[in-house]
């Protein structure tokens, strides 16, 4: 079923819900990615990949980065590896703004991390938020 309409905007009922808490943008490139795929089985990597170009995970939702570019390692190689993601983190973003997002969203012993901790903690906070709007 494709995600975007014939005017190109995401059709709501066909986004994820983190997707549909995010702005237009992240909206539409999930949209016109996914639908621009070959073949089914690739459409939702694509479509992410996109995504994770120009948005972060912050929380339930996704907001647009500072800069563009590859958000992590596995994204950095580009198609199917054996890299783990960072689940929408910034993985490449600085230890600054990194602290800052766990400030917002309140991670605990964040003064004291490290940048990778920082990710896997963000990550962490990530899901969790995830799950309860979902709930």
Do not use: C
């Amino acid at each position: 079923m494709p995600k975007a309409g014939k005017n190109g905007r995401a059709r709501q009922d066909e986004i994820p819900s983190t997707l549909r808490r995010s702005d237009e943008k992240a909206q539409d490139t999930f949209a016109q990615a996914y639908d621009s795929a070959e073949d089914e089985s690739r459409a939702a990597r694509t479509a992410w990949a996109a995504v994770k170009h120009t948005h972060e995970k912050v929380g339930d939702h996704w907001e647009p980065k500072e800069e563009n570019g590859p958000s992590d390692a596995s994204a950095e190689q580009g198609g199917l590896n054996s890299e783990d993601t960072a689940g929408g983190v910034d993985a490449n973003a600085s230890k600054e703004h990194l602290y800052e997002i766990a400030q917002e969203l309140d991670v605990k012993g964040r003064s004291d991390m490290t940048k990778d901790e920082l990710v896997e903690a963000i990550e962490k906070a990530n899901d969790k938020r995830t799950r309860d709007a979902r709930d």
